[in-house]
Every structure is written in C-alpha cells, then in structure tokens.
C-alpha cells in the first residue's frame, strides 16, 4: 500500500524567492519512485521532477530540485527564483511501473 | 518533444449511455495508464496496461469500466451505462519499460447528465 501526505493545501510566495512543498510518503516497495506534478488552472499534468528511491543524490530540473530524506520518508519540492508561471497546483506522487498515488496537493499562489 | 494526446477535450454525454475516451500514446512507451480526477480533488489511479493486458486496476475500475488497444497506436477507455458520479477529468499517461515518469496527456473533461 501506499499513502502520500502534503500537509500544505495552499502555499504564498513572493516572485523571485524560492519555496518548498512538502510531501511525505509511505510505501511496502523496496524499490519506488517519487515525482511531482503540476497541474495549472487549465487542468494538464506536467510532469516536473523524478527521483528514484535508490539515487544517492537529490534531483534537479533546472529551477526545481527534489529534497529526498529516505529515513525521514520525505520528498519536498524546492522551486527557486519564483515566477508568476508557478502559480497551479502541485501535486507529489509515488509508485512504480504499474500505478502512481497522489497526494491531495498544494496550491500555489506567487505574488508579484 | 513528444506527447500523449486525448481525444475529445470535452464530452458530454446522457447518463446510461456509454462512452468511449481516447488517448494516443508515447510512440515509444510500453505502458499504458487511465487516471480520474474528480472536480477539486485528487487524482485516483483507474488502470494500467501492459503487453496487451491489464497489469493493475484500482476498486474503481469495476465491471462499467474497460480498456481496449485495438490497435499499434491507440488506448481507449470505456465506460458502460455512466454515471452522474463518473463526471471527472480523464487523463491517459505513457510511461517506457523501467521505472519512469509517467507522461500525461492534457485530459478528457466528461460531464454526465
């Protein structure tokens, strides 16, 4: 079984700061994989960042970066220099080649 | 870059009757998702598809629910005699042969009424 919890349903942040989404997860599978989504007010999901539960360093898509602590089962989101075009909902999943599980999100609002 | 492409954007559909949603993957991918997401909440696992068959379904996936490769390209998902409560946005994904991402298609928003 497996459980996503981000315990932030809504996120304020100021253009040009950086901020972080929180996610923690539990899962049975020795081997998983974390990501994250977004997904704007027109409804896509855009895939962002992946991390793999046996890669020793963290992961970085240009301005996002994946903040994996396996023993504290957590695998926060960090977007840097904030921009108007962050604004959506982001979600953190895990899970493997068959399915993926999702948190409930977090809504991000940057501010001019 | 390539992409998943769901077809039509919109449908809306009586309820009782069926519908049939539409997705082309990632030429390339070998696995085949289906994903729902209810107005305002998150996004729920429906199935998944691999070498021509089911590989794992979630208890929404029950018997109005079925997918189809009818051919190289396409992945379809049917839903038998709907529901006002099937009123969801429908998202296709593709993913290659080892654990990675999971690529999303843009979504099928369907409105029973």
């Known amino acids: 079984a497996q459980k996503i919890t981000q315990t932030q349903p809504g996120m304020f942040v100021q253009e040009k700061e950086a901020v972080t989404l929180d996610c923690t997860y539990d899962?049975?599978?020795?081997?998983?994989?974390l990501f994250w989504y977004k997904q704007p007010s027109s409804g896509e999901m855009i895939f962002l960042i992946y991390?793999?539960?046996?890669?020793?360093q963290n992961a970085t898509e240009g301005r996002y970066s994946l903040n994996f602590q396996k023993a504290r089962k957590s695998a926060n989101l960090v977007i840097s220099a904030s921009q108007l075009g962050d604004s959506a909902m982001y979600f953190c999943a895990t899970g493997s080649a068959r399915q993926l599980t999702f948190g409930s999100g977090t809504q991000l609002t940057v501010l001019p | 870059e390539p992409e998943v492409t769901q077809t039509p954007s919109h449908q809306v559909t009586q309820m009782g009757q069926e519908v049939i949603l539409r997705c082309v993957p990632i030429s390339n991918h070998l696995y085949f998702y289906w994903y729902r997401q209810i107005l305002g909440q998150k996004v729920e696992f429906l199935v998944s598809?691999?070498?021509?068959?089911?590989?794992?379904k979630s208890e929404i996936f029950d018997d109005q629910f079925s997918v189809e490769r009818p051919d190289g390209s396409n992945f379809t998902l049917k839903i038998r005699s709907t529901k006002l409560e099937d009123s969801a946005m429908y998202f296709c994904a593709s993913s290659p042969p080892l654990d990675q991402p999971q690529h999303f298609g843009d979504g099928t928003r369907l409105s029973i009424l």
């Open positions: 899962t049975s599978d020795q081997s998983y994989g």
């Open positions: 598809f691999y070498n021509n068959e089911i590989s794992e």
């Open positions: 991390q793999g539960s046996y890669d020793e």
